[in-house]
């Protein structure tokens, strides 16, 4: 764990560091993942098999053994401890009424100029969402991807899912089952995003890619995409939590350990103004992290990335937050609001003492997959945009021609473009 | 050029090497630019100066040698044609108007468990356009960049452009006095895309890149996606025309050319349900085509991309249109409207005889950047909301907290998160 303040000499080429600090994968994994699409690409299932068996330990044979049916699906949700049943549907209700809220709506109206302009916006026919297996096996992440592609109308949905020695994860069943996902694939990995994007013989190609997955999987969606639409490209998850010293420090530990518990390279970053509270928060983290079945994890994530930035006036706060652009922000302060508008860059914002980052998680609604590593700077969470896209559409009658066509002819004659030219004048002449 | 018939007993086959035929770039240029990457991201301005002295014969020396300044715009400006001034000023206003109007909403609400839940936009913090010298050095590409990110709102657009020995295109700077931008480097290719993405000493770097280029820019900005955001990856340009025989046959002709003068890779397609009409319009394409300045390039094309596609009712031609998903589609006839309802993959539709594609390029309003390449099944064109990024947001208090946190707590454990479920529980007891 680092601590800086901001009135030390050298804070600014210390904060840089921490801003501009890396902590995803690099060229090996490039060449290795380009390496495994190519033969995919080249020979289909038969790589998928060989792979799958080489990295998974799981032998794809039969028809029977390259899926998982809706049968299990529906078995594993009718398993569901109740409580956990109810949470699983609490949490896709509000999901998907926040993603409905978001359907982006059509355009068509005519200007003054006569001509008729808008914009109608459509479903992909298909997507496809990765589901880990393993540490990262997330029913929470299958509602997350799979509703909003629902919302948005998509036809057809494919899960692919990693199923280490044959192991499936009974929760991301369910939660399939809950969403009405018919369609799951027993192949992961790099391999299986190629499957997804290429397509195979069993496999048939999606339009779109999304979901979570480790190195590999994240790097052969940045290589294929343009053949398919993905996601944004995701690193390690992070949380910067700016808090002041009415909070209770055990809340803020308990916030700061969430992030750090998903992953060794997840990054739990605190700012306050009160150098005492961030010795109790401190205090807090080695008490709580001792009790914790993922103190492993959390401990090595917040030893080797957690960062104590102390300010000396919040009003420094928000400039900070800006250039670390993170993927959530907590403002547990007593003027949140004050603070959300000087904010430019975060993907989610949590306002208030009462809103832990884990309720966006999981039941508040909006998306939990959200822009890592400083792309909040340019890019959104998941939403119901991700599977869709817009044609825009002009109408004209002559008269309209007649109006805003002759500045089309002199600018396609100025770029050297007579054809261009020559379309718009045979109509007018 | 190719003709095919959906009677032909072999027309599936054939019509499948159209629809997955590529004309872009592979292997090789991935390998250049990601070399070029490197060194801009290693060496900086030092790596631009010698690649823009090999590569434009340009030599980057002094202050004033690395930039054009807005006295060369302005003067570019004032020296313009009245007729091409006016026609310039036409299209930025409606390119403007049709933006604006695209520029979506935020919303923030509370729920019935009394959870308040929103989305913010905002723009970019700063924008990148690359403008092309030679062939395709287009002052309407500049607008319908440029114009979308001022409408976002982006406070810093700098543009980067290749001045070949030093030529400059007086349109192109005219087009960048008319929008205001006051950031103009003189590099251009895979370098000036890396500059724009990694900074250098002189380029401060941007949060997006926009804009056309040839093959190693298009695969300078997709090796860089997720460093910084990105347009759709650009191919060659296609037209899809789908034409009755009540259609003047040189109009068709004059539309099918306005797409194949711009590259010979370009791509234009007919669909028509009359051999005869298809004849004449092939007739006319000669005849105009013999009288083109852009002959050379036109005639390539539509010899080696050029398609015919004859249907036995039109009927058959929303599903081609689909399976093509090209970037512009013309629907000239009878009843545009109900084709366009059976469209679900298309950048761009003209509706009617009386809407060349042409109109959209340069006066219409709606962006002339377009997915290409088949693209449109997944991708949209370029719009205000590329500039843009969504920041989502949650606010609870006890009482709301009180009402969906337990299902939190439920899910997190279930999830072996139990730090997740603790910084929900803290704040419950």
Known sequence: MLTLKTSDTDFEAKFARVVNGRRESGADTARTVSEILTKVRDRGDEALAEMTARYDGYHLTDDESWRIGPEACHAAFAALDPVLREALELAADRIRAYHTDQLPGDRDFTDTAGVRLGARWRAVDAAGLYVPGGRAAYPSSLLMN????????????????????????????????????????????????????????????????????????????????????????????????????????????????????????????????????????????????????????????????????????FAEAPALANRLAAEHVELAIDDPEAMFAELRHAGSVFLGRYTPEAVGDYVAGPNHVLPTGRRARFASGLSVLDFMKRTSFISMDRAALGKIGPAAIALAEAEGLPAHAHSVKVRLS
């Open 146 to 313: 799979a509703i909003p592609a629902k919302v948005a109308g998509v036809e057809r949905l494919a899960v692919v899912t990693p199923t280490p020695k044959g192991a499936v994860n009974p929760l991301v069943l369910a939660a399939a089952h809950l969403v009405g996902i018919e369609e799951i694939w027993r192949v992961g990995g790099a391999q299986a995003i190629g499957a997804l994007a290429y397509g195979t013989r069993r496999i048939k190609p999606v339009d779109v890619i999304t979901g979570p997955g480790n190195a590999y999987v994240a790097e052969a969606k940045r290589q294929l995409y343009g053949v398919v639409g993905i996601d944004m490209v995701a690193g390690p998850s992070e949380i910067l939590v700016i808090a002041d010293s009415k909070n209770d420090p055990d809340w803020i530990a308990a916030d700061l350990l969430s992030q750090a518990e998903h992953d060794p390279t997840s990054q739990s970053i605190l700012i306050t103004d009160d150098p005492a509270f961030a010795e109790q928060v401190e205090d807090r983290i080695d008490v709580q992290c001792s009790m914790l079945s993922t103190q492993r994890t959390a401990r090595k994530s917040w030893d080797d990335h957690g960062v104590m930035l102390i300010v000396s006036d």
